[in-house]
């Protein structure tokens, strides 16, 4: 065995051996595979060896439809078979809800290219002719669906790896993992200590203990999952071709053809997690003993969903454990706050996503970012707050979710509260309705005395219609107020700060007392944050984005932080309020002894509100006149009291996520991991137009910008006017242009004071012109649409920046 090794790969499941093998296609050839037992011991040998397309999120369904495009690859590179059964498969539908979730997922699927198709009961009967239809409104027909060997495809993988250059240890169990000052790490095993520069977790079932091992902890919990095998059918074996997979969500189950009988798995609802205090080191190839007394309510549902199954009897059972995240997607990326240690865990669909996690970690490690946006998966996406008492209640509920329908606007109750502000009850008491974000709760709106508190999700607009309303309302004609928790807050101190930000932002760096809008940048030119700086001193300064994506912005400011400049994260303990309306800096003078009636747009003050210290700035993202007012977390509710019992001389109500969502319309401003995310350059959403390009500095990504600057990108970020009826755009839904799909959506909603469906989406950039007409499809449904660039409020920008 060698004794050192540019990245040591831990554990020799399917994806750890994906991850191998793209190192080296990616051209790291110095890469090894620890396994402590044989490559499949874990989760990958028991799987039932499905795959799909499918999925919610769309770069996750192009990462699984690369996967499933890279099995053919992989035989013809090795000359092994991966076993591929490319049957197809159809979700089925047996309600409304669920047919217009299949409607808007075939909607996203007509601009990835994916080749899905809406099918009716009577298609489903031909393509599934063992399928109890009653009750079916119909389907979704994936051609890319199927199964294969999950044995013969890892060793490909490893194969193909070994091909490259890789290493390949058997029977080497990891003991230890100690970092060295330099950010290296001693890999200690059984067989001896391994220096490698590089760490990836890929023990799925061990990858809390490998974890715990560098004193990392890793949101995820092994979960017991049962499918069954049965004796030969005569409806499958008699047919001319193999039988598709029907996916039942009503059923919570999954069926295939296996063999000349079938294959049946069930996401029940009295689910067990297992291994709850840690996973043995000696289980491997064994199977946990079989539970079918949980399954029993399923198994009658699919008898009579798929009666052949009652005239066969049971050939196995397989019950084993899979890992989970508290969301179900992976756990991938570098680890926040550790140098060189990278996740590649908690995949619980290895055969849809193992390919496209492997391809994501190397260009990562290779290439120092991926191509697509990854947050779903990104391991970022979770902060320092989470813990295992909550992992395991929400992992529990995604399992038992797994086939549920899926709405825009659903909030999952498990595993909360959580993490409160000290505003928690006094808003509840006022009616809110909860949302929740990065773990912390957020009113979503307030409901009226004998309103039900309770958003019922749903496809089109929700019982939250008029509370959100009557909020704009109140922002609009006069002030309303809504906490500043929810937005990730950074402190840069020091010496070098100026300096420091320069060349992380792309945008101008202010002068003490005023503010900044800037995009931040990957080197590649891809959009990676979204901030407002406001500089509080010569040297320092207050970085304002994203609150769910704090700690996707801390990792980037550590991997590149300078001698010189601190770098703190103060999200929880710097908090406030925003006040918006044009009664706003009314009660902000009412509040306090300092004349605020110099204050322009775009200003910073440190000035005391009541008997709080607080650093006020004049901005809001509500698109009206208003002010941003923070302080310690400690004077929240003196902070509080002093604004709400000022404005009630000026009517002033609370309003919630909703209202703003709707209030950032009607000045089409764009909204993280929506219009902006790495999927994305400055120059396609317009954020270029905060670039500094005059600096004479070399800031990451100006390359690339400045290409773009020179030749404009092929799509251009545009609002539309929607004719919607009683659903809005959410995202992705497909946008055409003389009949054919020319873009796509990337939000929208209704925007309450103009009384407008709104849509914001890209199209090409020699089309994005003021009155194309569009059409989006919502639904199903083709609905006209108008590019406007006009905004629908504050047009001129009067009331959000003129003088007070």
């Known amino acids: 065995m060698k004794t050192t090794t540019r990245v040591a790969v831990i554990g020799g499941g399917v994806v750890g051996c994906s991850v191998l093998y793209h190192l080296t296609k990616l051209g790291w050839t110095d890469v090894m595979l620890l396994e402590r037992s044989e490559l499949t011991s874990g989760s990958t040998w028991h799987a039932a060896g499905g795959f799909h397309t499918l999925n919610g999120d769309t770069n996750m369904a192009a990462l ?40 808007a997922e075939r909607a996203k699927h007509r601009y990835m290219g994916l080749e899905t198709e809406i099918v009716s009961p009577e298609e489903i009967a031909k393509i599934a002719p063992i399928t109890n239809l009653d009750g079916i409104v119909g389907g979704l027909f994936d051609p890319l669906d199927g199964h294969l060997d999950p044995s013969g495809t890892t060793h490909a993988y490893a194969k193909a790896a070994r091909m490259n250059g890789a290493q390949i240890e058997l029977h080497c169990k990891v003991i230890e993992t100690n970092q060295r000052p330099d950010g290296t790490w001693d890999v200690v095993t059984d067989k001896g200590t391994i220096h490698a520069e590089h760490i990836v977790n890929a023990a799925g079932l061990w990858a809390r203990e490998v974890g715990a091992m560098a004193g990392i902890y890793f949101p995820l919990h092994p979960m017991e999952h049962q499918y069954l095998v049965t004796d030969d059918i005569p409806e499958i074996y008699e047919r001319d071709s193999e039988h598709p997979h029907v996916m039942d ?55 009579n969903r798929f009666p052949v199954l009652g005239r066969a009897g049971v050939k196995s059972v397989i019950n084993g454990p899979f890992t989970f995240a508290p969301d179900g997607n992976p756990l991938v990326g570098p680890v926040p706050g550790m140098r060189n240690y990278w996740s590649a865990c908690a995949v619980m669909a290895g055969f849809s996503q193992g390919g496209g996690v492997g391809l994501t970690l190397a260009q990562w490690m290779v290439e120092g970012e991926p191509e697509r946006d990854v947050f779903a998966m990104d391991c970022a996406r979770f902060g320092q707050w989470i813990t295992p008492g909550y992992t395991r209640p929400k992992v529990i509920e995604n399992y038992q979710r797994r086939f549920s329908v899926t709405y825009p606007n659903e909030e999952l109750p498990a595993a909360r509260p959580f993490q409160t502000t000290p505003m928690y009850d006094i808003f509840d008491q006022m009616g809110a309705v909860w949302g929740h974000q990065f ?11 004998g309103e039900e508190r309770y958003e019922t999700p749903s496809f089109r607009r929700s019982n939250a219609w008029e509370a959100t309303k009557r909020e704009v309302r109140a922002v609009r004609t006069s002030i309303g107020i809504n906490e500043v928790h929810n937005f990730g807050k950074f402190r840069i101190t020091g010496a070098g700060a100026r300096d420091w930000l320069d060349r992380i932002m792309a945008g101008r760096i202010p002068q ?159 909204s993280w991991l929506r219009e902006f995310s790495p999927d994305y350059t400055a120059a396609e959403t317009g954020l270029d137009r905060f670039i500094s390009f005059k600096k004479n500095v070399d800031f990451i990504g100006r390359d690339a910008a400045e290409i773009e600057r020179a030749t404009p990108p092929a799509r251009k970020l545009c609002a539309f006017e929607v004719d919607a009826e009683d659903a809005d755009v959410v995202a992705y839904e497909p946008i055409f242009l003389d009949g054919q799909v020319a873009g796509f959506c990337t939000s929208g909603g209704y925007a309450h004071w103009p009384e407008k469906s709104i849509a914001m989406g890209f199209v090409p950039w020699d089309r994005a012109e003021a009155g194309l007409k569009a059409q989006i499809e919502i639904l199903g449904q083709m609905r006209d649409a108008t590019l406007i660039t006009d905004p629908l409020f504050d047009a001129d920008g009067a009331r959000m920046r003129g003088a007070l």
């Open 512 to 670: 003490p007392g005023r503010m900044s809008l800037t995009p931040m940048l990957s080197p590649k030119g891809r959009l990676i944050g979204d901030f407002t700086i406001s500089c509080l001193g010569e040297d320092e300064f207050q970085l304002t984005a994203s609150y769910g994506a704090q700690d996707f912005h801390h990792r980037w400011f550590l991997q590149h932080s300078e001698d010189g400049v601190k770098i703190e994260n103060i999200s929880n303990q710097r908090t406030g309020f925003q006040i918006a309306g044009p009664n706003a800096a009314k009660l902000l003078q009412s509040c306090t002894r300092q004349d605020v009636s110099d204050m322009r747009f775009m200003d910073v003050r440190r000035m005391t509100v009541g008997m709080t210290d607080c650093i006020v700035q004049r901005v809001s993202y509500t698109g009206d006149l208003g002010f941003e007012i923070y302080c310690d977390v400690m004077s929240q509710r003196s902070l509080w009291h002093t604004l709400w019992d000022a404005g009630q001389a000026f009517d002033i109500k609370p309003f919630g996520m909703r209202a703003m969502m709707s209030l950032r319309l009607d000045k089409f401003f764009g």
């Open 439 to 449: 773990g912390l709760e957020v009113p979503n709106y307030f409901a009226a005395p």
């Open 64 to 103: 699984q439809g690369y996967t499933i495009r890279l099995y053919r690859e992989l035989e013809e590179i090795t000359g092994m078979s991966c076993g591929l059964h490319h049957v197809g498969g159809v979700t089925l539908a047996d309600n409304q809800d669920r047919f217009d979730m299949l409607v």
């Open 249 to 303: 969500p009503a059923g919570e189950s999954y069926l295939r053809q296996e063999g000349r009988g079938l294959c049946i798995g069930f996401y029940e609802q009295p689910c067990e997690p297992w291994a709850v205090d840690g996973t043995p080191w000696d289980f491997g190839h064994e199977l946990l003993n079989d539970k079918l007394e949980k399954v029993e309510d399923s198994i009658e549902f699919a008898y």
